[in-house]
């Protein structure tokens, strides 16, 4: 399978604990996205890198929350002392930059987290 | 980011075309106008894109009008597959996903 991949798929967390998901995404694609989505809601924009430099963060990232992808391949979202309100499917997607800036984002299944 | 407006939900028989319309009126020249759509318990899935002039892939055809205000993405004959939620988006620095369309496929 060659498609953008997700671990692990579900986890369940107590608050207060600290969670970390991993994204590994179409090999030949520079730009790696990350997004959350609640329930009824479409994906909301966290984040992005383009190969290793994280571009952007939105207002939504708080300081709970980090972005790494150290080599430019695969990247880790991180979450430090869960919250409730943290409960969301997050969605990672790649994509391959184009001059005419392509929106066409590849995504992956997603981690639902669950947190008690 | 050019704001979209689509219903919340249609319905359509499998084998019938399902046309899903979106409204841009605030699109500018040179921002395009894409689809995704997203199955129940999956991440969306890219399915087309254009500017001007009607687009057709393997997936849908998609309908601009000549004012570039709306769109139509048409699915020719829906499947039962087709059921998802299909979300209209014009880009701006990056994808915002609305609500989009709740679209239920029926025997």
């Known amino acids: 399978d060659t498609g953008v991949s997700q671990d692990p798929r579900h986890k369940i967390t107590k608050r207060g604990q600290n969670v970390t998901f991993r994204c590994d995404p179409i090999s030949e694609h520079n730009r790696l996205y990350w997004y959350r989505q609640t329930l009824g809601q479409g994906p909301e924009f966290l984040t992005y890198?383009?190969?290793?430099?994280?571009?952007?963060k939105s207002r939504l990232l708080s300081d709970r929350f980090s972005a790494e992808r150290p080599k430019g391949s695969f990247s880790t979202l991180e979450i430090q002392r869960t919250e409730q309100g943290d409960s969301a499917m997050y969605l990672c997607?790649?994509?391959?930059?184009?001059?005419?800036?392509?929106?066409?984002?590849?995504f992956g299944p997603g981690t639902r987290l669950t947190v008690l | 980011d050019a704001k979209t407006t689509q219903p919340t939900s249609m319905d359509c028989a499998e084998g019938r075309a399902a046309n899903l319309p979106c409204n841009h009126s605030t699109i500018s020249g040179n921002e395009y106008v894409y689809w995704y759509r997203q199955i129940h318990s999956q991440g969306p899935q890219y399915i087309i894109h254009g500017l001007k002039n009607n687009e057709t892939n393997e997936m849908a055809s998609l309908i601009i009008t000549e004012d570039r205000k709306s769109s139509t993405l048409i699915l020719p004959h829906a499947t039962l597959r087709d059921t998802a939620v299909y979300y209209c988006?014009?880009?701006?620095?990056?994808?915002?996903f609305g609500t989009g369309t709740r679209l239920l496929v029926s025997p």
């Open positions: 890198f383009q190969n290793e430099a994280q571009l952007e």
């Open positions: 988006i014009v880009p701006g620095q990056k994808l915002v």
């Open positions: 997607a790649s994509s391959l930059e184009s001059l005419w800036g392509g929106y066409e984002q590849f």
